[in-house]
């Protein structure tokens, strides 16, 4: 009897201990950052948002909670440009593949009045005073990011989520308020590379700006006024960079494909034309990819 007693007992340990493999193999680890594109509004000095939770999605499962963000924690996204990003928290994660994150926001409520008190999602000017963004259902459903990633098992996966203001942030209506739309995209830091180089015979007084396309789908009509004040000029830009003081540009977190980069010219924020477009520009994973342009060439 007692060695019945043993034998149950080790066949209990060892299927407990056998669970505890299966779970720990099932799990691996998420890190997850944020960055941004620039902004098109030349006055505009910081594009602030309160995140409350994040919030992740699996394939077929439901929504759980990102526990390695503490919140609430406010960003100014526009300190996240050429490529600089904030890490926003990391933890052990169930391994399989996920495709939606979700910002639960901090921000005010459309038709709850223009000047709420101390909001927390605002923009800030250089000739003016701060205004709140108004994020439809950002504190409700959320904001969400798209796109896929796989969290392995026993391993890890870092993903980046770009924000871009200069889609996201549209002035609207008569009394000029702010929303702010959800336009995010997801990379995995591990398959992403970059492309930057330097710019030479600019316009004097003209700012430069760089959009990257995916290759074949930049067309003229990308250019033309927005017919309304809820979309942005070239909205199927992957990402953008305003060439700097140093005459360069950066254009990070993209994943390995071939781009074209659409050259603008604008001043004082007012966009100006397309000067050219430089085709066929390869990124690799992990990897930066150097491409000059010379605006008398194009």
């Not at 209990?12 to 720990?24: I, K, M, R, T």
Request: glycine share 10%; net charge negative; aromatic share 10%.
């Amino acid at each position: 009897m007692k060695k019945l007693i043993r034998l149950f007992m080790v066949l209990v340990f060892a299927l407990f201990a056998f669970a505890a493999c299966e779970e720990n193999d099932s799990k691996g680890t998420l890190t997850l950052s944020i960055t941004d594109a620039p902004i098109d509004m030349t006055n505009v000095t910081g594009v602030y948002i309160k995140v409350n939770e994040i919030q992740i999605n699996k394939s077929g499962s439901d929504w759980v909670t990102f526990e390695g963000f503490v919140g609430p924690q406010t960003f100014n996204i526009l300190e996240l440009t050429n490529g600089e990003s904030v890490m926003m928290g990391s933890i052990e994660f169930e391994a399989g593949q996920y495709n939606q994150i979700r910002f639960i926001l901090d921000a005010p409520e459309m038709g709850g009045g223009l000047n709420p008190s101390n909001p927390g999602c605002y923009i800030t000017f250089s000739d003016g005073p701060d205004q709140p963004l108004f994020v439809p259902s950002g504190g409700e459903s959320g904001w969400k990011a798209v796109g896929s990633f796989k969290v392995p098992e026993n391993g890890d996966v870092a993903i980046t989520a770009d924000f871009d203001a200069r889609k996201s942030v549209m002035k609207q209506g008569a009394n000029d308020f702010y929303i702010l739309k959800p336009t995010i995209r997801l990379i995995v830091d591990g398959q992403a590379g970059k492309i930057v180089g330097g710019v030479t015979n600019i316009p004097e007084g003209v700012d430069i700006i760089i959009y990257a396309y995916e290759a074949g789908v930049y067309t003229a009509d990308e250019a033309v006024d927005p017919i309304n004040d809820t979309t942005a000029r070239f909205p199927n830009a992957i990402t953008s960079d305003k060439v700097d003081d140093t005459d360069s540009y950066c254009l990070a977190f993209l994943a390995p494909k071939t781009y074209d980069l659409v050259v603008t010219s604008s001043i004082d924020g007012v966009f100006q034309e397309v000067l050219g477009i430089v085709e066929d520009v390869a990124v690799e994973s992990r990897k930066t990819t150097n491409q000059p342009i010379d605006i008398s060439s194009l």
